[in-house]
């Protein structure tokens, strides 16, 4: 086998798979809340939920008013009472989330919008968030009034290594010696 011939095939074969134009923002917003994960080949069943909340950042809210975080978390859980048993709670998971943000929201850190939101998630969606295997996150912003979030979630393959003919790390670092935080302290 041209092994990278194949390689070069696969590569163009996966970013094929990607629109190059939409019909309007809807389309697009559908397309990247539904799209299948190339990294971690995930099996069915597919999770997407769309929750029709305004995001808020884990950031702010931690300082300023945790009743509104706790509240944020009640909501979420409340909407996905449904899905709680939806995933086996030790299988390794691929967590797709598109936050929503209309031109009347305020711009929020992206990884504190998931903080707030994975900690809403963690012992109802999974058990706990140290099985999210690939975490992708978007922030879509757009000229309407309204914000949402929209959570994709399926079994993630990406730790079996199905795709690895040799399963032994075989890299070196060349003289790059390991970084020691007790050194720092």
């Known amino acids: 086998m041209d092994w990278e011939k194949h390689t070069d095939e696969n590569i163009k074969r996966e970013t094929t798979l990607l ?3 939409y019909l309007d923002l809807s389309d697009k917003l559908i397309f990247f809340g539904q799209i299948s994960c190339p990294i971690c080949k995930g099996e069915f069943p597919i999770k997407t939920i769309p929750i029709r909340i305004k ?3 884990k950031q702010a809210t931690q300082s300023k008013n945790k009743e509104l975080r706790k509240a944020f978390e009640r909501a979420i859980r409340s909407k996905i009472a449904k899905d709680r048993d939806f995933f086996n709670k030790t ?14 929201s305020r711009d ?4 504190n919008m998931s903080k707030a939101l994975m900690d809403a998630l963690e012992g109802n969606l ?10 992708n996150l ?5 000229e309407e009034n309204e914000d949402y979030i929209i959570v994709n979630i399926r079994k993630s393959n990406f730790n ?11 890299h070196t ?9 007790e050194d720092f302290l």
């Open 19 to 21: 629109k190059k134009e």
């Open 55 to 57: 995001p808020i950042s």
């Open 91 to 104: 299988q390794d998971l691929c967590v797709s989330v598109v936050f929503v943000m209309g031109k009347e």
């Open 108 to 111: 929020k850190d992206l990884d």
């Open 126 to 135: 999974f058990e706990n968030d140290s099985q999210i295997a690939h975490l």
């Open 138 to 142: 978007i922030k879509f912003k757009h």
């Open 160 to 170: 079996k290594h199905e795709d690895v003919i040799n399963k032994k790390l075989n």
């Open 173 to 181: 670092w060349a003289g790059r010696e390991m970084i020691l935080l």
